[in-house]
Protein backbone atom coordinates (compact mmCIF):
# COMPACT_ATOMS: atom_id res chain seq x y z
CA UNK A 1 0.00 0.00 0.00
CA UNK A 2 0.91 3.82 -0.51
CA UNK A 3 3.17 4.83 2.39
CA UNK A 4 2.98 8.63 1.79
CA UNK A 5 2.37 11.16 -1.19
CA UNK A 6 5.37 12.90 -3.55
CA UNK A 7 5.47 15.65 -2.08
CA UNK A 8 5.11 14.20 1.71
CA UNK A 9 8.46 13.68 2.12
CA UNK A 10 10.76 15.55 4.34
CA UNK A 11 14.49 15.03 6.16
CA UNK A 12 12.45 13.74 8.97
CA UNK A 13 11.24 10.91 6.98
CA UNK A 14 15.22 9.90 6.40
CA UNK A 15 15.74 6.44 6.84
CA UNK A 16 12.15 5.20 6.48
CA UNK A 17 11.30 2.64 3.52
CA UNK A 18 8.10 4.21 1.95
CA UNK A 19 6.21 3.02 -0.74
CA UNK A 20 5.35 5.69 -3.59
CA UNK A 21 2.78 5.54 -6.48
CA UNK A 22 2.32 8.36 -9.36
CA UNK A 23 3.54 9.34 -13.10
CA UNK A 24 7.03 9.36 -14.46
CA UNK A 25 7.49 13.76 -14.87
CA UNK A 26 10.95 13.11 -16.06
CA UNK A 27 13.33 10.61 -16.66
CA UNK A 28 17.35 11.64 -16.15
CA UNK A 29 20.20 9.41 -16.92
CA UNK A 30 23.64 11.00 -14.95
CA UNK A 31 26.30 8.32 -16.53
CA UNK A 32 24.73 4.92 -15.16
CA UNK A 33 22.90 6.55 -12.64
CA UNK A 34 19.10 6.95 -13.37
CA UNK A 35 17.21 9.56 -11.50
CA UNK A 36 13.18 10.17 -12.04
CA UNK A 37 10.92 12.61 -10.67
CA UNK A 38 7.81 10.63 -9.84
CA UNK A 39 4.81 13.17 -9.28
CA UNK A 40 1.40 12.37 -8.04
CA UNK A 41 -0.78 15.56 -6.92
CA UNK A 42 0.84 16.67 -3.84
CA UNK A 43 3.99 16.88 -5.58
CA UNK A 44 7.34 15.41 -7.07
CA UNK A 45 9.63 12.89 -5.14
CA UNK A 46 13.21 12.08 -6.70
CA UNK A 47 13.77 8.84 -6.79
CA UNK A 48 17.44 7.84 -7.10
CA UNK A 49 18.45 4.10 -9.36
CA UNK A 50 21.79 2.89 -9.96
CA UNK A 51 23.35 -0.97 -10.69
CA UNK A 52 24.75 -1.10 -7.84
CA UNK A 53 22.95 0.35 -4.59
CA UNK A 54 19.59 -0.62 -6.33
CA UNK A 55 20.28 -3.64 -9.02
CA UNK A 56 17.05 -4.96 -8.98
CA UNK A 57 15.33 -1.45 -9.65
CA UNK A 58 17.57 -0.29 -12.32
CA UNK A 59 16.95 -2.16 -15.31
CA UNK A 60 13.12 -1.00 -14.91
CA UNK A 61 14.46 2.45 -14.03
CA UNK A 62 16.05 2.16 -18.18
CA UNK A 63 12.82 1.37 -19.56
CA UNK A 64 10.29 4.00 -18.06
CA UNK A 65 9.71 7.08 -19.51
CA UNK A 66 7.61 10.24 -19.43
CA UNK A 67 3.86 9.46 -17.96
CA UNK A 68 4.12 6.03 -17.17
CA UNK A 69 2.61 5.09 -14.07
CA UNK A 70 4.52 3.51 -11.27
CA UNK A 71 4.89 1.76 -8.06
CA UNK A 72 8.18 2.54 -6.32
CA UNK A 73 9.15 1.35 -2.85
CA UNK A 74 12.55 2.68 -1.45
CA UNK A 75 14.75 4.14 1.52
CA UNK A 76 14.38 8.02 2.27
CA UNK A 77 17.72 9.27 2.03
CA UNK A 78 19.50 12.98 2.66
CA UNK A 79 20.60 14.64 -0.79
CA UNK A 80 23.70 15.61 -1.59
CA UNK A 81 24.32 19.35 -1.03
CA UNK A 82 25.16 19.74 -3.97
CA UNK A 83 21.51 18.53 -5.33
CA UNK A 84 19.14 20.14 -2.78
CA UNK A 85 16.21 21.50 -4.70
CA UNK A 86 14.93 24.22 -2.74
CA UNK A 87 12.02 24.73 -4.69
CA UNK A 88 10.48 21.78 -4.31
CA UNK A 89 8.74 20.81 -0.84
CA UNK A 90 10.80 17.43 -1.07
CA UNK A 91 13.99 19.00 -2.50
CA UNK A 92 16.19 17.75 0.56
CA UNK A 93 15.44 13.91 0.05
CA UNK A 94 15.37 11.71 -2.56
CA UNK A 95 14.31 7.23 -2.99
CA UNK A 96 16.63 4.61 -3.50
CA UNK A 97 14.26 2.75 -5.41
CA UNK A 98 14.70 -0.83 -4.29
CA UNK A 99 11.95 -1.96 -6.41
CA UNK A 100 10.08 -0.34 -9.38
CA UNK A 101 6.74 -1.54 -10.98
CA UNK A 102 5.74 -0.73 -13.85
CA UNK A 103 1.76 -0.35 -13.79
CA UNK A 104 0.64 1.18 -17.32
CA UNK A 105 2.82 2.54 -20.12
CA UNK A 106 2.28 5.44 -22.49
CA UNK A 107 1.05 3.58 -26.05
CA UNK A 108 0.89 7.41 -27.96
CA UNK A 109 3.25 10.11 -28.48
CA UNK A 110 1.95 12.78 -26.30
CA UNK A 111 -0.27 15.58 -27.89
CA UNK A 112 1.57 18.00 -25.21
CA UNK A 113 4.67 17.95 -22.57
CA UNK A 114 3.22 17.25 -19.23
CA UNK A 115 6.42 17.85 -17.38
CA UNK A 116 6.53 20.85 -15.26
CA UNK A 117 9.79 21.78 -16.69
CA UNK A 118 8.50 22.38 -20.11
CA UNK A 119 7.30 25.53 -21.82
CA UNK A 120 3.33 26.37 -20.60
CA UNK A 121 2.89 27.28 -24.68
CA UNK A 122 0.11 24.47 -25.17
CA UNK A 123 -3.08 25.89 -27.19
CA UNK A 124 -6.08 26.57 -24.96
CA UNK A 125 -7.66 23.91 -27.43
CA UNK A 126 -4.96 21.38 -26.64
CA UNK A 127 -5.56 21.90 -23.20
CA UNK A 128 -9.18 21.44 -23.40
CA UNK A 129 -9.46 18.61 -25.72
CA UNK A 130 -6.96 16.40 -23.73
CA UNK A 131 -8.05 17.99 -20.17
CA UNK A 132 -6.91 14.85 -18.38
CA UNK A 133 -3.26 15.12 -19.58
CA UNK A 134 -3.81 19.13 -18.61
CA UNK A 135 -4.49 18.33 -15.34
CA UNK A 136 -1.84 16.20 -14.14
CA UNK A 137 -0.01 19.31 -15.02
CA UNK A 138 1.22 21.87 -12.24
CA UNK A 139 -0.50 24.66 -13.25
CA UNK A 140 -3.52 23.14 -13.31
CA UNK A 141 -2.97 20.82 -10.05
CA UNK A 142 -2.36 23.63 -7.92
CA UNK A 143 -5.92 25.54 -9.22
CA UNK A 144 -7.92 22.77 -8.15
CA UNK A 145 -6.34 22.03 -5.25
CA UNK A 146 -7.32 25.65 -4.26
CA UNK A 147 -10.48 25.64 -5.55
CA UNK A 148 -10.53 22.48 -2.93
CA UNK A 149 -9.17 24.61 -0.16
CA UNK A 150 -11.91 27.46 -0.92
CA UNK A 151 -14.93 25.36 -0.26
CA UNK A 152 -13.13 23.84 2.47
CA UNK A 153 -12.94 26.84 4.49
CA UNK A 154 -16.64 27.95 3.28
CA UNK A 155 -17.80 24.89 4.87
CA UNK A 156 -15.79 24.73 7.85
CA UNK A 157 -16.97 28.29 8.50
CA UNK A 158 -20.52 28.36 7.68
CA UNK A 159 -21.26 25.30 9.24
CA UNK A 160 -18.90 25.17 12.34
CA UNK A 161 -19.16 29.01 13.11
CA UNK A 162 -22.53 30.16 12.15
CA UNK A 163 -24.45 26.96 12.65
CA UNK A 164 -25.52 26.99 9.15
CA UNK A 165 -27.05 24.07 7.65
CA UNK A 166 -26.45 22.86 3.95
CA UNK A 167 -29.52 21.66 1.62
CA UNK A 168 -29.72 20.53 -1.71
CA UNK A 169 -32.43 22.23 -4.17
CA UNK A 170 -33.99 20.74 -7.38
CA UNK A 171 -31.65 20.66 -10.67
CA UNK A 172 -34.93 19.95 -12.57
CA UNK A 173 -37.58 22.86 -12.06
CA UNK A 174 -39.36 24.95 -13.83
CA UNK A 175 -38.66 27.79 -16.35
CA UNK A 176 -39.19 31.13 -15.08
CA UNK A 177 -39.19 34.59 -16.77
CA UNK A 178 -35.98 37.07 -15.54
CA UNK A 179 -32.46 36.60 -16.28
CA UNK A 180 -30.77 34.88 -18.97
CA UNK A 181 -32.09 32.06 -21.31
CA UNK A 182 -33.09 28.69 -19.15
CA UNK A 183 -31.14 24.81 -20.59
CA UNK A 184 -34.84 23.58 -21.01
CA UNK A 185 -35.20 19.64 -20.50
CA UNK A 186 -38.41 17.86 -22.26
CA UNK A 187 -40.39 15.70 -20.52
CA UNK A 188 -40.41 11.89 -21.65
CA UNK A 189 -43.57 11.17 -18.93
CA UNK A 190 -45.42 14.41 -18.91
CA UNK A 191 -45.26 15.02 -23.08
CA UNK A 192 -45.13 18.66 -24.39
CA UNK A 193 -44.11 19.83 -20.72
CA UNK A 194 -40.42 21.14 -19.86
CA UNK A 195 -38.11 21.30 -16.93
CA UNK A 196 -35.84 24.35 -17.17
CA UNK A 197 -31.87 23.71 -15.17
CA UNK A 198 -31.11 25.99 -12.39
CA UNK A 199 -30.17 29.28 -13.11
CA UNK A 200 -29.92 29.61 -9.26
CA UNK A 201 -31.90 28.32 -6.45
CA UNK A 202 -33.03 31.36 -5.37
CA UNK A 203 -36.74 30.03 -5.36
CA UNK A 204 -36.43 27.20 -3.39
CA UNK A 205 -33.82 29.11 -1.27
CA UNK A 206 -36.54 31.32 -0.11
CA UNK A 207 -39.27 28.89 0.50
CA UNK A 208 -36.39 27.17 2.44
CA UNK A 209 -36.97 30.55 4.95
CA UNK A 210 -40.59 29.91 5.02
CA UNK A 211 -40.17 25.96 5.53
CA UNK A 212 -37.80 27.49 9.10
CA UNK A 213 -34.51 26.85 7.69
CA UNK A 214 -33.08 30.02 8.92
CA UNK A 215 -29.35 29.59 8.18
CA UNK A 216 -29.28 27.74 4.41
CA UNK A 217 -26.28 27.45 2.13
CA UNK A 218 -25.44 24.95 -0.61
CA UNK A 219 -22.50 24.91 -3.19
CA UNK A 220 -24.91 25.07 -6.09
CA UNK A 221 -24.69 23.94 -9.59
CA UNK A 222 -26.06 26.43 -11.97
CA UNK A 223 -26.88 26.65 -15.71
CA UNK A 224 -27.37 29.69 -17.94
CA UNK A 225 -27.72 29.82 -21.77
CA UNK A 226 -25.64 33.32 -22.41
CA UNK A 227 -22.80 34.39 -24.69
CA UNK A 228 -19.63 33.70 -23.20
CA UNK A 229 -16.67 35.54 -22.18
CA UNK A 230 -13.67 34.99 -20.54
CA UNK A 231 -15.55 34.72 -16.82
CA UNK A 232 -18.67 33.42 -17.99
CA UNK A 233 -19.51 29.76 -18.42
CA UNK A 234 -23.01 27.88 -19.34
CA UNK A 235 -23.05 25.62 -15.85
CA UNK A 236 -20.62 27.09 -13.03
CA UNK A 237 -20.74 26.58 -9.57
CA UNK A 238 -21.99 29.46 -6.82
CA UNK A 239 -21.80 29.38 -2.85
CA UNK A 240 -25.25 30.10 -2.06
CA UNK A 241 -26.84 31.99 1.22
CA UNK A 242 -29.64 32.55 2.68
CA UNK A 243 -30.76 33.84 6.37
CA UNK A 244 -33.70 35.00 8.15
CA UNK A 245 -34.34 37.47 11.02
CA UNK A 246 -30.55 39.36 10.04
CA UNK A 247 -30.10 43.01 8.83
CA UNK A 248 -28.56 43.87 5.60
CA UNK A 249 -25.76 45.26 7.94
CA UNK A 250 -25.60 42.23 9.89
CA UNK A 251 -25.84 40.20 6.42
CA UNK A 252 -22.84 42.42 5.62
CA UNK A 253 -20.88 42.10 8.52
CA UNK A 254 -21.10 37.80 8.68
CA UNK A 255 -20.03 37.71 4.69
CA UNK A 256 -16.62 40.05 5.50
CA UNK A 257 -15.99 37.46 8.48
CA UNK A 258 -16.62 34.41 6.06
CA UNK A 259 -14.48 36.20 3.53
CA UNK A 260 -11.68 36.69 5.60
CA UNK A 261 -11.78 33.54 6.88
CA UNK A 262 -10.98 32.28 3.64
CA UNK A 263 -8.60 34.53 2.65
CA UNK A 264 -6.72 33.64 5.94
CA UNK A 265 -7.09 29.97 5.43
CA UNK A 266 -6.16 29.45 1.83
CA UNK A 267 -3.71 31.94 1.08
CA UNK A 268 -2.69 33.25 4.72
CA UNK A 269 -3.73 36.63 4.48
CA UNK A 270 -5.30 38.86 7.08
CA UNK A 271 -7.71 41.30 5.45
CA UNK A 272 -8.61 44.41 7.30
CA UNK A 273 -12.30 45.37 8.24
CA UNK A 274 -14.87 46.39 7.90
CA UNK A 275 -14.55 46.52 3.85
CA UNK A 276 -15.22 49.79 2.55
CA UNK A 277 -18.34 50.50 1.35
CA UNK A 278 -19.85 52.91 -2.12
CA UNK A 279 -23.09 53.36 -3.15
CA UNK A 280 -24.49 52.38 -6.33
CA UNK A 281 -24.53 56.22 -7.17
CA UNK A 282 -21.53 56.80 -5.83
CA UNK A 283 -19.47 54.05 -7.82
CA UNK A 284 -20.95 55.53 -10.99
CA UNK A 285 -20.34 58.86 -10.10
CA UNK A 286 -16.96 58.33 -9.23
CA UNK A 287 -15.78 55.53 -11.75
CA UNK A 288 -18.15 55.02 -13.87
CA UNK A 289 -18.35 51.14 -12.74
CA UNK A 290 -20.91 49.01 -10.35
CA UNK A 291 -17.60 47.01 -9.93
CA UNK A 292 -15.01 49.53 -9.77
CA UNK A 293 -11.38 48.72 -9.34
CA UNK A 294 -10.14 50.68 -6.48
CA UNK A 295 -6.35 49.69 -5.99
CA UNK A 296 -5.71 52.85 -8.07
CA UNK A 297 -7.01 56.17 -8.76
CA UNK A 298 -8.11 58.10 -12.03
CA UNK A 299 -11.46 58.65 -10.78
CA UNK A 300 -13.67 60.64 -12.65
CA UNK A 301 -15.04 64.29 -12.50
CA UNK A 302 -18.72 65.16 -13.69
CA UNK A 303 -18.32 68.96 -15.13
CA UNK A 304 -21.85 69.16 -16.80
CA UNK A 305 -22.75 72.42 -14.95
CA UNK A 306 -19.47 74.06 -16.28
CA UNK A 307 -19.51 73.50 -19.68
CA UNK A 308 -23.23 72.93 -20.32
CA UNK A 309 -23.49 76.57 -21.84
CA UNK A 310 -20.55 75.94 -23.57
CA UNK A 311 -20.30 77.08 -27.14
CA UNK A 312 -18.51 73.39 -27.63
CA UNK A 313 -22.06 72.13 -29.51
CA UNK A 314 -20.31 68.11 -28.70
CA UNK A 315 -20.56 69.32 -24.74
CA UNK A 316 -24.04 71.39 -24.52
CA UNK A 317 -25.63 69.37 -27.15
CA UNK A 318 -24.99 65.96 -24.78
CA UNK A 319 -26.57 68.24 -21.42
CA UNK A 320 -29.38 69.48 -23.49
CA UNK A 321 -30.33 66.15 -24.61
CA UNK A 322 -30.62 64.99 -21.12
CA UNK A 323 -27.10 63.30 -21.12
CA UNK A 324 -23.68 64.41 -19.06
CA UNK A 325 -19.95 65.27 -19.49
CA UNK A 326 -17.40 63.87 -17.39
CA UNK A 327 -13.75 63.92 -17.12
CA UNK A 328 -10.91 60.95 -16.90
CA UNK A 329 -7.68 62.70 -15.29
CA UNK A 330 -4.51 61.12 -16.10
CA UNK A 331 -1.18 62.46 -14.16
CA UNK A 332 1.38 61.89 -16.48
CA UNK A 333 -0.59 61.43 -19.31
CA UNK A 334 1.06 63.72 -21.75
CA UNK A 335 4.36 61.85 -21.86
CA UNK A 336 2.56 58.42 -22.06
CA UNK A 337 0.00 59.08 -24.13
CA UNK A 338 0.17 60.34 -27.99
CA UNK A 339 -2.47 62.50 -29.69
CA UNK A 340 -2.30 59.61 -32.33
CA UNK A 341 -3.46 57.20 -30.11
CA UNK A 342 -6.82 59.12 -29.23
CA UNK A 343 -7.43 60.10 -32.49
CA UNK A 344 -9.43 57.65 -34.96
CA UNK A 345 -7.91 54.98 -35.99
CA UNK A 346 -5.50 54.78 -32.33
CA UNK A 347 -6.42 52.30 -29.95
CA UNK A 348 -7.50 54.41 -27.13
CA UNK A 349 -10.00 55.90 -29.84
CA UNK A 350 -11.16 52.18 -31.10
CA UNK A 351 -11.46 51.06 -27.11
CA UNK A 352 -13.89 54.93 -27.30
CA UNK A 353 -15.64 53.46 -30.05
CA UNK A 354 -16.57 50.23 -28.76
CA UNK A 355 -17.77 50.90 -25.55
CA UNK A 356 -20.16 53.59 -27.69
CA UNK A 357 -18.45 56.69 -27.85
CA UNK A 358 -18.16 58.60 -31.28
CA UNK A 359 -14.90 60.27 -30.57
CA UNK A 360 -12.89 61.39 -27.51
CA UNK A 361 -12.01 64.87 -26.27
CA UNK A 362 -9.13 65.80 -24.43
CA UNK A 363 -7.11 68.94 -23.02
CA UNK A 364 -3.42 68.93 -22.14
CA UNK A 365 -1.86 70.67 -18.96
CA UNK A 366 1.45 71.57 -20.14
CA UNK A 367 4.59 73.56 -17.54
CA UNK A 368 3.08 76.17 -15.64
CA UNK A 369 -0.63 74.95 -15.75
CA UNK A 370 -1.23 76.26 -19.17
CA UNK A 371 -3.71 74.44 -21.11
CA UNK A 372 -3.55 73.14 -24.53
CA UNK A 373 -6.25 71.72 -26.71
CA UNK A 374 -7.59 71.62 -30.05
CA UNK A 375 -10.12 73.49 -32.18
CA UNK A 376 -13.40 73.94 -30.41
CA UNK A 377 -13.12 73.27 -26.92
CA UNK A 378 -10.35 76.06 -27.09
CA UNK A 379 -12.13 78.29 -28.46
CA UNK A 380 -15.89 77.84 -26.31
CA UNK A 381 -14.21 77.62 -22.89
CA UNK A 382 -13.70 80.91 -20.97
CA UNK A 383 -10.85 81.42 -18.98
CA UNK A 384 -12.56 80.90 -15.98
CA UNK A 385 -13.80 78.06 -16.95
CA UNK A 386 -10.84 76.61 -17.85
CA UNK A 387 -9.39 77.70 -14.45
CA UNK A 388 -12.20 75.77 -12.72
CA UNK A 389 -11.88 72.82 -15.03
CA UNK A 390 -8.05 72.51 -13.65
CA UNK A 391 -9.28 72.86 -10.09
CA UNK A 392 -11.99 70.40 -9.68
CA UNK A 393 -9.93 67.58 -11.72
CA UNK A 394 -7.32 68.49 -9.84
CA UNK A 395 -5.19 68.41 -13.13
CA UNK A 396 -1.36 69.94 -13.10
CA UNK A 397 1.73 70.45 -15.50
CA UNK A 398 1.75 66.66 -17.28
CA UNK A 399 -1.93 65.81 -17.32
CA UNK A 400 -3.86 64.65 -20.16
CA UNK A 401 -7.57 65.28 -19.81
CA UNK A 402 -10.10 63.10 -22.07
CA UNK A 403 -13.53 63.42 -22.11
CA UNK A 404 -17.07 61.54 -22.35
CA UNK A 405 -19.87 63.58 -24.03
CA UNK A 406 -23.36 61.38 -24.14
CA UNK A 407 -26.06 59.62 -22.42
CA UNK A 408 -24.99 59.00 -19.04
CA UNK A 409 -24.54 55.06 -19.98
CA UNK A 410 -22.33 55.71 -22.74
CA UNK A 411 -20.33 58.20 -20.94
CA UNK A 412 -19.55 55.85 -17.80
CA UNK A 413 -18.94 52.59 -19.79
CA UNK A 414 -16.43 54.89 -22.67
CA UNK A 415 -14.42 55.94 -19.47
CA UNK A 416 -14.59 53.07 -16.98
CA UNK A 417 -13.13 51.07 -19.85
CA UNK A 418 -10.23 53.94 -20.81
CA UNK A 419 -9.66 53.74 -17.05
CA UNK A 420 -8.39 50.09 -16.53
CA UNK A 421 -7.09 50.06 -20.56
CA UNK A 422 -4.69 53.12 -18.84
CA UNK A 423 -4.20 52.30 -15.65
CA UNK A 424 -2.38 48.62 -17.24
CA UNK A 425 -0.47 50.08 -19.68
CA UNK A 426 0.95 53.00 -17.47
CA UNK A 427 0.98 50.10 -14.05
CA UNK A 428 -1.12 52.18 -11.78
CA UNK A 429 -1.86 48.72 -10.44
CA UNK A 430 -0.37 46.78 -7.27
CA UNK A 431 -0.76 43.20 -8.31
CA UNK A 432 -0.02 43.14 -4.42
CA UNK A 433 -2.81 44.85 -3.35
CA UNK A 434 -6.21 43.01 -2.62
CA UNK A 435 -9.28 45.73 -2.52
CA UNK A 436 -12.44 44.76 -1.43
CA UNK A 437 -15.87 46.43 -0.97
CA UNK A 438 -19.20 46.47 -0.87
CA UNK A 439 -21.34 48.46 -3.74
CA UNK A 440 -24.76 49.02 -2.19
CA UNK A 441 -27.99 50.79 -2.93
CA UNK A 442 -28.63 49.63 -6.56
CA UNK A 443 -31.52 50.92 -8.29
CA UNK A 444 -34.58 48.34 -8.50
CA UNK A 445 -34.99 48.25 -12.26
CA UNK A 446 -33.25 49.33 -15.04
CA UNK A 447 -34.86 50.13 -19.09
CA UNK A 448 -35.15 47.75 -21.46
CA UNK A 449 -35.14 49.47 -24.64
CA UNK A 450 -35.81 46.44 -26.71
CA UNK A 451 -38.90 45.10 -24.52
CA UNK A 452 -40.02 48.22 -24.14
CA UNK A 453 -40.09 48.22 -20.31
CA UNK A 454 -38.59 48.08 -16.57
CA UNK A 455 -36.83 44.77 -15.50
CA UNK A 456 -35.33 44.58 -12.32
CA UNK A 457 -31.63 44.88 -12.04
CA UNK A 458 -31.22 42.15 -9.94
CA UNK A 459 -33.97 39.93 -9.74
CA UNK A 460 -37.80 40.75 -9.23
CA UNK A 461 -37.38 39.23 -5.61
CA UNK A 462 -35.17 42.19 -4.39
CA UNK A 463 -37.21 44.34 -1.42
CA UNK A 464 -36.80 48.21 -2.13
CA UNK A 465 -36.23 50.38 0.41
CA UNK A 466 -38.93 51.05 2.66
CA UNK A 467 -38.89 55.05 2.04
CA UNK A 468 -38.75 54.18 -1.61
CA UNK A 469 -41.75 51.85 -1.88
CA UNK A 470 -44.49 54.37 -2.79
CA UNK A 471 -42.59 54.81 -6.37
CA UNK A 472 -41.43 51.37 -7.24
CA UNK A 473 -40.25 52.39 -10.51
CA UNK A 474 -37.74 54.87 -9.06
CA UNK A 475 -36.69 53.21 -5.62
CA UNK A 476 -33.30 51.95 -4.26
CA UNK A 477 -33.25 48.36 -3.87
CA UNK A 478 -32.05 46.79 -0.68
CA UNK A 479 -29.01 45.00 -2.88
CA UNK A 480 -25.44 44.48 -2.54
CA UNK A 481 -22.16 43.15 -4.30
CA UNK A 482 -18.95 42.20 -3.15
CA UNK A 483 -16.30 43.20 -5.53
CA UNK A 484 -12.83 41.97 -5.45
CA UNK A 485 -10.16 43.91 -7.36
CA UNK A 486 -12.87 44.99 -10.14
CA UNK A 487 -14.63 41.99 -10.47
CA UNK A 488 -18.18 41.29 -8.63
CA UNK A 489 -17.27 38.05 -6.69
CA UNK A 490 -21.07 37.85 -5.10
CA UNK A 491 -23.92 39.79 -4.75
CA UNK A 492 -27.51 39.33 -2.79
CA UNK A 493 -30.31 41.47 -1.39
CA UNK A 494 -32.68 41.41 1.43
CA UNK A 495 -36.05 39.97 -0.14
CA UNK A 496 -39.38 40.53 -0.16
CA UNK A 497 -41.58 38.89 2.28
CA UNK A 498 -44.63 40.05 2.19
CA UNK A 499 -47.17 39.07 -1.39
CA UNK A 500 -49.02 42.35 -2.00
CA UNK A 501 -45.83 44.00 -2.48
CA UNK A 502 -44.08 40.68 -4.19
CA UNK A 503 -47.00 41.44 -6.28
CA UNK A 504 -46.74 44.65 -7.29
CA UNK A 505 -42.83 44.36 -8.31
CA UNK A 506 -44.35 41.87 -11.04
CA UNK A 507 -46.54 44.24 -11.79
CA UNK A 508 -43.56 46.91 -12.21
CA UNK A 509 -42.36 44.78 -14.36
CA UNK A 510 -44.76 43.90 -16.79
CA UNK A 511 -46.32 40.79 -15.21
CA UNK A 512 -49.90 40.35 -15.73
CA UNK A 513 -51.65 38.79 -11.98
CA UNK A 514 -52.20 35.74 -14.03
CA UNK A 515 -48.72 35.26 -15.32
CA UNK A 516 -47.39 36.05 -12.14
CA UNK A 517 -49.76 33.86 -10.53
CA UNK A 518 -48.91 31.03 -13.65
CA UNK A 519 -45.12 31.64 -13.00
CA UNK A 520 -44.90 32.10 -9.40
CA UNK A 521 -48.20 30.84 -7.56
CA UNK A 522 -46.49 28.71 -5.80
CA UNK A 523 -44.08 31.05 -4.15
CA UNK A 524 -46.58 33.76 -3.53
CA UNK A 525 -48.75 31.05 -1.73
CA UNK A 526 -45.88 30.00 0.68
CA UNK A 527 -45.51 33.87 1.78
CA UNK A 528 -49.04 33.27 2.81
CA UNK A 529 -48.49 31.62 5.80
CA UNK A 530 -46.11 33.17 7.84
CA UNK A 531 -42.75 34.30 5.92
CA UNK A 532 -39.77 35.66 7.85
CA UNK A 533 -37.92 38.78 6.84
CA UNK A 534 -34.70 37.29 5.07
CA UNK A 535 -32.07 37.94 2.53
CA UNK A 536 -29.15 36.10 0.97
CA UNK A 537 -26.40 36.54 -1.32
CA UNK A 538 -24.53 33.78 -3.99
CA UNK A 539 -20.66 34.01 -4.56
CA UNK A 540 -19.03 32.95 -7.89
CA UNK A 541 -16.99 30.51 -6.67
CA UNK A 542 -15.27 29.61 -10.71
CA UNK A 543 -14.72 33.66 -10.37
CA UNK A 544 -13.32 33.97 -6.59
CA UNK A 545 -10.71 30.93 -7.40
CA UNK A 546 -9.49 32.43 -10.64
CA UNK A 547 -8.99 35.38 -9.00
CA UNK A 548 -6.94 33.94 -5.78
CA UNK A 549 -5.31 31.75 -8.46
CA UNK A 550 -4.19 34.34 -10.57
CA UNK A 551 -5.67 33.40 -13.71
CA UNK A 552 -7.25 35.19 -16.20
CA UNK A 553 -10.26 33.12 -17.03
CA UNK A 554 -12.20 31.04 -15.34
CA UNK A 555 -11.89 27.87 -17.80
CA UNK A 556 -8.19 27.53 -15.63
CA UNK A 557 -10.34 27.43 -12.10
CA UNK A 558 -13.04 24.23 -13.36
CA UNK A 559 -11.86 21.09 -14.21
CA UNK A 560 -13.86 20.74 -17.09
CA UNK A 561 -14.66 23.70 -18.84
CA UNK A 562 -16.82 24.38 -22.03
CA UNK A 563 -14.84 26.75 -24.43
CA UNK A 564 -16.76 30.25 -25.45
CA UNK A 565 -18.53 27.81 -28.17
CA UNK A 566 -20.59 26.60 -25.13
CA UNK A 567 -18.64 23.13 -26.31
CA UNK A 568 -16.32 20.19 -24.31
CA UNK A 569 -13.44 19.40 -26.42
CA UNK A 570 -12.82 16.49 -24.08
CA UNK A 571 -16.37 14.57 -24.94
CA UNK A 572 -17.33 16.39 -27.98
CA UNK A 573 -20.65 17.96 -26.46
CA UNK A 574 -22.89 18.76 -27.27
CA UNK A 575 -23.69 16.31 -29.99
CA UNK A 576 -26.43 14.80 -31.83
CA UNK A 577 -29.16 12.32 -30.38
CA UNK A 578 -30.74 8.93 -32.08
CA UNK A 579 -33.91 10.08 -33.53
CA UNK A 580 -35.45 7.51 -31.74
CA UNK A 581 -34.82 9.35 -28.13
CA UNK A 582 -36.27 12.79 -30.09
CA UNK A 583 -39.54 10.31 -30.45
CA UNK A 584 -39.43 8.99 -27.46
CA UNK A 585 -39.31 13.15 -25.84
CA UNK A 586 -41.94 14.14 -28.42
CA UNK A 587 -39.18 16.70 -30.15
CA UNK A 588 -38.59 17.69 -33.45
CA UNK A 589 -35.40 19.80 -34.35
CA UNK A 590 -36.40 22.42 -36.35
CA UNK A 591 -32.70 23.09 -37.36
CA UNK A 592 -31.32 23.04 -40.68
CA UNK A 593 -27.54 22.82 -41.48
CA UNK A 594 -26.45 25.22 -43.85
CA UNK A 595 -25.15 24.21 -46.95
CA UNK A 596 -21.39 23.44 -47.18
CA UNK A 597 -19.86 25.07 -50.23
CA UNK A 598 -19.61 21.12 -52.02
CA UNK A 599 -23.27 21.16 -51.56
Known amino acids: MRSH ?24 DHGGVIFVDLRDRSGIAQIVSDPERTPASYPV ?33 EIYADEIEVLNDVRKPLPFQVSVAEQDSVREELRLKYRYLDLRRDRMAR ?29 LTRSTPEGARDYLVPSRVNPGEWFALPQSPQLFKQILMVSGFDRYYQIARCFRDEDLRADRQPEFTQLDMEMSFMTQDEILELNEAMVCHIFKAVKGIDLPRPFPRLTYAEAMDRYGSDKPDTRYGLELVDVSDLVKDSGFK ?42 GA ?7 VRDGGEIDTIGAIKDNLSDEQKQELLARTGAQPGHLLLFGAGDAATVNKTLDRLRQVIARQMNLIDPEKLNLLWVTDFPMFE ?22 AHDLKTARAQAYDIVFNGFEIGGGSLRIYHPDLQAKVFETIGLSDEEARGKFGFLLEAFEYGTPPHGGI ?53 HKPKPTAAG
Open 5 to 28: YCGQLRPEHIGETVTLYGWVDRRR
Open 61 to 93: AEQVRNEYVVKVTGRVTQRPAESLNPKLPSGGV
Open 143 to 171: NLRLRHEVIKAMRRFLEDQEAFIEVETPI
Open 314 to 355: VFSGAIAAGGMVKVLPIPGGNDAISNVRIKPGGDLFKEANEA
Open 358 to 364: KGLAYIR
Open 447 to 468: WNADEKRLEALHHPFTAPFPED
Open 538 to 590: AYGLDRLVMLLAGEESIRDAIAFPKTQQARCLLTEAPSGVDLKQLKELHVAST
